[in-house]
Nanobody, 132 residues
């Protein structure tokens, strides 16, 4: 699976951006797609995730109510709509994918709940900079 992020850029605090994650290559029947971010000098943070089997979504408390994840299966693309951006949202944003392995996950949404374990497939990231 190849993942390519786009949509990053520079925005003022309070503004919005929409990130896209386009998937290609091998596909899975059951999987989850997550968005992660990493700011300079900080640990990687799981931001949001969507489950393929039921479109259930998961958000970190730091972005709940401001970010929305969605998917367009026809386009093999997952989006992250980011509103009310804050300077602390500045980071490189990565999308990642994890197929369902029943040895480790009970269902695709459990991948999202446990997204801080990491995922197997990663994009190269897109930079989001929020100015104050």
């Amino acid at each position: 699976v190849q993942l390519v992020e786009s949509g990053g850029g520079l925005v003022q605090a309070g503004g919005s951006l929409r990130l896209s994650c386009a998937a290609s290559g091998d596909t899975f029947d059951d999987y989850a797609i997550g968005w992660f971010r990493q700011a300079p000098g900080k640990e990687r943070e799981g931001v949001s995730c969507i489950s393929s089997s039921d479109d259930k979504t998961y958000y970190a408390d730091t972005v709940k109510g401001r970010f929305t994840i969605s998917s367009d299966n026809a386009k093999n693309t997952v989006y992250l709509q980011m509103n009310s951006l804050k300077p602390e949202d500045t980071a490189v944003y990565y999308c990642a994918a994890q197929d369902l392995d029943l040895r480790y996950y009970s269902d695709t949404f459990s991948i999202c709940v446990n997204m801080d374990r990491g995922m197997d497939y990663w994009g190269k990231g897109t930079l989001v900079t929020v100015s104050s």
